[in-house]
Nanobody
Framework: QVQLVESGGGLVQPGGSLRLSCLAS????????MAWHRQAPGKQRELVAS???????NVAESVKGRFTISRDNAKNTVFLQMNSLKPEDTAVYYCALRLGTLTYWGQGTQVTVSS
């Protein structure tokens, strides 16, 4: 069983930065694709960024140039660096691990962008 624990969320002013972390348990992290999703109140969950086991990354157009996804296989951790945050980035951010047909989710971390 894989467990994912996100951290790093919080309240930040517009234009500020946050770095989210997601720690994965188990031994499959290095063979897995990882992703960050977010869900704002009243909206569907959306993909924010993803990274393959070979560290090929992809980010949504809405965050391109502001958010960066990275991973540290030695620490079983994936990161989401978020810069130039906007109020519309406010959401619960979820980490996901994908291996084959399996997907595991973290419990989410709240990010609020407000002055």
């Amino acid at each position: 069983q894989v467990q994912l624990v996100e951290s790093g969320g919080g309240l930040v002013q517009p234009g500020g930065s946050l770095r989210l972390s997601c720690l994965a348990s188990g031994s499959i992290f290095s063979r897995s694709a990882m992703a960050w999703h977010r869900q704002a109140p009243g909206k569907q969950r959306e993909l924010v960024a993803s990274i393959t086991m070979d560290s090929i990354t992809n980010v949504a157009e809405s965050v391109k140039g502001r958010f960066t996804i990275s991973r540290d296989n030695a620490k079983n951790t994936v990161f989401l660096q978020m810069n130039s945050l906007k109020p519309e980035d406010t959401a619960v951010y979820y980490c996901a691990l994908r291996l084959g047909t399996l997907t595991y989710w973290g419990q989410g971390t709240q990010v609020t962008v407000s002055s």
